[in-house]
């Protein structure tokens, strides 16, 4: 299992970024790396409910559900169906809003393994750094998105200097 595991200052309220966090099917305006993504669930929020995502990177898809719910705290989501991306076997998100110091603090980890040990070995010498530069860009995107009420793309600048590594 390899997590990458970050955090990042959003200058919000706490009920803001869990807001934007909780809106479940609307990744797509807060990652750079999706292109569209919905619920398709009746269910809109909270344990149970699905979305779909068409990923930019050699058009993959996922469809996501919700796995962990601690309302206006935290969520996680698994991975059940992953398209059209080589290796990846299992994959999770975590996110956890948290106040400190009068600041908002978004947190975000995400966890996956690889199918087999050639795989391991490409994500040692590549897929770990290319993952943890777009989660990087997934937790700035949300940053840029909760601040400013712009949608994220792939091209769109984002201060990527503000996210922090957790160890």
Same mark, same amino acid.
């Given at each position: 299992?390899?997590?990458?595991?970050?955090?990042?200052?959003?200058?919000?309220?706490?009920?803001?970024?869990?807001?934007?966090?909780?809106?479940?099917?609307?990744?797509?305006?807060?990652? /750079? +790396? @999706?292109?569209?993504?919905?619920?398709?669930?009746?269910?809109? &929020?909270?344990? #149970?409910? *699905?979305?779909?995502?068409?990923?930019?990177?050699?058009?993959?898809?996922?469809?996501?559900?919700?796995?962990?719910?601690?309302?206006?705290?935290?969520?996680?989501?698994?991975?059940?169906?992953?398209?059209?991306? /080589? +290796? @990846?076997?299992?994959?999770?998100?975590?996110?956890?809003?948290? &106040?400190?110091? #009068?600041? *908002?603090?978004?947190?975000?980890?995400?966890?996956?393994?690889?199918?087999?040990?050639?795989?391991?070995?490409?994500?040692?010498?590549?897929?770990?750094?290319?993952?943890?530069?777009?989660?990087?860009?997934?937790?700035? +995107?949300?940053?840029?998105?909760?601040?400013?009420?712009?949608?994220?793309?792939?091209?769109?600048?984002?201060?990527?200097?503000?996210?922090?590594?957790?160890?």
């Amino acid at each position: 299992m390899t997590t990458i595991a970050r955090e990042i200052e959003i200058d919000a309220s706490k009920n803001e970024v869990w807001k934007a966090i909780a809106k479940f099917g609307d990744i797509c305006h807060a990652s /750079p +790396g @999706v292109l569209k993504s919905h619920v398709t669930s009746e269910q809109q &929020e909270g344990v #149970g409910a *699905t979305r779909h995502c068409d990923f930019a990177m050699m058009g993959a898809t996922a469809e996501e559900k919700v796995t962990e719910w601690n309302e206006g705290e935290s969520l996680k989501i698994e991975v059940y169906d992953l398209k059209k991306m /080589p +290796g @990846v076997d299992t994959m999770s998100a975590f996110f956890k809003v948290r &106040e400190e110091k #009068g600041k *908002t603090i978004l947190r975000g980890d995400l966890t996956y393994s690889m199918k087999n040990p050639f795989f391991d070995v490409m994500n040692a010498m590549m897929m770990k750094s290319m993952n943890t530069k777009l989660w990087n860009s997934v937790l700035a +995107g949300h940053k840029k998105y909760i601040e400013t009420g712009e949608r994220v793309f792939e091209k769109t600048p984002l201060e990527l200097n503000k996210v922090v590594a957790i160890s």
